[in-house]
């Protein structure tokens, strides 16, 4: 990397509930903190509790949602830092929004892949478990769809490997790419 301003961009990964997207966005924090980078995660549930609290889950508004983290994502990686978002952003117009809010040499698109089946068993927040009960209702895989990416820049299958194993991945793939 040259010197003055660190090169911001970000990586956005999408993916069912409970695929690893927040895991692996907090082994990659550690590993691009320890390499003296700036870099801020942008986690769907916690932005929902502050920017997005006005927000239900119905389709307008997951798509709202992805706006607002877009733009956020872009003013952080235009000043530098790397933005991880780590968003179910389950539509492909609400992620081709961002690559164009954000910019094409800015952005990618990473699908962390793991199977529904696989997920239920993760259910780490058990919305699964309330969704097949019928206590919740839009839940992304369930009764919402989930459109998987045609083309990601990066798939990253979370059944195979730990997620630090997941994280050497996607560094390395970002390298391939010219983001590192």
Known sequence: MSEGK????????????????????????????????????????????????????????????????????????????????????????????ARELIGKDKFAEVYVKASLLTCEKRDPKGLYAKARRGEITNMTGIQDPYEIPAAPDVTIDTEKGTPEESADLLIDELETLGFL
Do not use: Q
């Open 6 to 97: 660190p090169k911001g961009f970000t990586i956005w990964m999408t993916g069912l509930p409970g695929s690893g997207k927040s895991t692996l966005a907090g082994v990659l924090r550690k590993r691009f903190e320890d390499s003296g980078r700036f870099v801020e995660i942008l986690d769907g549930d916690e932005i929902r509790k502050g920017l997005s609290r006005d927000l239900g889950l119905s389709k307008e508004d997951r798509e709202e949602h992805a706006r607002r983290v877009s733009y956020l994502a872009k003013v952080l990686s235009r000043n530098g830092v790397i933005s991880i978002v780590a968003l179910i952003s389950p539509y492909k117009t609400s992620r081709d929004g």
